[in-house]
């Protein structure tokens, strides 16, 4: 579960305005849109400001990650012409939308049934000894922050997790640990499949369209 919306909060700053260049992108978004339905373009804005903050955040020392200050949410109000709490209302009821610092690295761990019964909570158990801290937490550093999710959509993948935009599927406790560890030193792990497996197909190699998957150097 993502940390709740906390309006006065220390961490709230005082301002956001959108940088020239995210400027300019969220302009073209609201472009998008017919004229007088540019309210319509709050979800892509929102999540522009968390992309804006988790550049920043990398840059900073401890470094942070992408989330959605109260200020952002204001200043995309005003900009849609919007009731702030309008723009409350969504930043809060999507999880995808952080409305609270988190690490620059956020572990998001799916213990959803098909992650739980291949495994996922042996996957949660490593991650927190790895990193010494628990579901909800974020590492001293500012690195990383862990929580739990519900599924993510990689059923077949199982177990997995999804970093920042990153998928990483097939796990196993060790192998959690060394994507874990190449983040730390801000290197970018392989992603998808931690075996090797192409896709979706049969852990045990394809079953149909043996010949293409040949030509594609499947197997």
Known sequence: MKKPFDLNADYQPES????KAYKKHAQELIDLYPKGRQQSAVMPLLDLA???VAQEGAKAN???GGW???????HIAEMLGMHKVKVYEVATFYSMYNTAPVGQYLVQLCTTTPCWLCGSDDIVKATK????????ETTPDGKFTIMEVECLGACVNAP????N????????PENMKQVLSTLAEDMKPSVGSQTGRKASMSAAGPTTLKKEAKKAKVI
């Open 16 to 19: 956001f305005e959108f940088t």
């Open 50 to 52: 968390q992309r804006q």
């Open 62 to 64: 401890p470094p942070y």
């Open 68 to 74: 959605i200050p109260r200020a952002a949410m204001d």
């Open 129 to 136: 000894e790895h990193l010494g801290v628990g579901l909800g």
């Open 160 to 163: 997995m997790v999804q970093i």
């Open 165 to 172: 935009d990153d998928y990483y599927e097939d796990l196993t």
